[in-house]
């Protein structure tokens, strides 16, 4: 059965600091692997999509990479901004469903 | 193009309605998936309908259930609810659903049940 992790679960920087956020998976057997933005009380929105083949993913500040043999992956945040601060969530894709992190609450402080 | 269209977004229920949720996917988008998400047990899988089909289904009880129209569009039903139903329900889009496909997700339906 597949899980995935995520550390830390809430972390608060100063803006303009870049910082990374962990996520891992027991099953290397997967597809893919999106990074998702929640703001509160609303949906997903999709920040990055790294396909099983891949290493990396870049959009604008974000980057993201893929190591499937070790079950890793890391979002890396570039000049953090106020506006960055929600919860980021980790999404591994199955054969059948996406399985997802618990989460890390991210507040960038002013 | 429109995104992810969920319908409604806020609801309140009593213990022991009934309650029907709807998602409209992306235009051209086969495949919508169902999670629910709560404080404790985070986003969990509940099933996802392909051409109108069921494919795949969570670890839920048979009171959840669904169904998908000839447009794409799904429907989810919870019956006899319970307080612990209590969540926010997500519906995700894909072209194909299994495989390597990307998923886009609503807004999200806040169900409260009373």
């Known amino acids: 059965k597949q899980e995935v992790t995520q550390i830390p679960a809430a972390l608060s920087v100063p803006e303009g600091e870049n910082l990374v956020l962990n996520c891992s998976f027991t099953d290397s057997a997967i597809y893919n692997l999106q990074w998702f933005r929640q703001d509160p009380g609303k949906g997903l929105t999709s920040l990055l999509l790294i396909q099983s083949s891949q290493r990396e993913q870049t959009s604008g500040r974000l980057n993201a990479s893929l190591d499937k043999s070790s079950g890793r992956s890391t979002l890396y945040i570039a000049a953090s901004q106020p506006g960055d601060s929600a919860t980021y969530l980790c999404a591994v894709k199955g054969a059948q469903k996406l399985v997802f992190g618990q989460g890390t609450r991210l507040t960038i402080n002013p | 193009k429109a995104g992810v269209t969920q319908t409604p977004r806020y609801l309140i229920k009593t213990r022991g309605q009934q309650v029907t949720l709807s998602c409209s996917p992306i235009s051209g988008h086969r495949s919508v998936s169902w999670y629910q998400q709560t404080p404790g047990q985070g986003l969990q899988f509940l099933f996802e309908?392909?051409?109108?089909?069921?494919?795949n289904k969570g670890n839920f009880p048979g009171r959840f259930s669904g169904r998908q129209f000839s447009n794409s569009r799904s429907e989810m039903n919870v019956s006899t609810l319970e307080l612990g139903d209590s969540a926010l329900y997500l519906c995700a889009s894909s072209l194909y659903g299994q495989g390597a496909t990307e998923a886009f997700f609503g807004q999200g339906t806040r169900l409260t049940v009373v």
């Open positions: 309908y392909f051409s109108e089909t069921q494919r």
